[in-house]
């Protein structure tokens, strides 16, 4: 009568989708957490440090969302070519 659903043959979570997620979540858990960096010291090149903490993120954000893609990538690659054989 109803056919029941194919269930996935591998597990939907892995350490790699993980990875990709605390790559992801990291740069909002960080701005989110005000108090850590609502302050004024220590100064970089006359820069209060609310400034350049927030400048900062800005790069390892680019660095994190770079390697999530990457992995994710690697990821889709390895299940479609063991879907194949």
Excluded: H, N
């Excluded at 892995?14 to 989110?32: D, E, S």
């Excluded at 893609?69 to 194949?84: E, K, M, P, S, V």
């Amino acid at each position: 009568m109803s056919e029941s659903p194919e269930l996935p043959k591998e597990p939907v979570v892995t350490p790699v989708r993980v990875a990709i997620g605390l790559c992801l979540l990291a740069p909002f858990a960080a701005m989110l957490w005000v108090g850590s960096y609502a302050k004024v010291d220590p100064r970089f090149i006359g820069i209060p440090f609310f400034y350049w903490y927030q400048m900062l993120w800005v790069l390892i954000s680019t660095a994190l969302t770079t390697v999530a893609y990457r992995l994710r990538r690697r990821d889709q690659r390895a299940r479609r070519g063991g879907a194949g054989r």
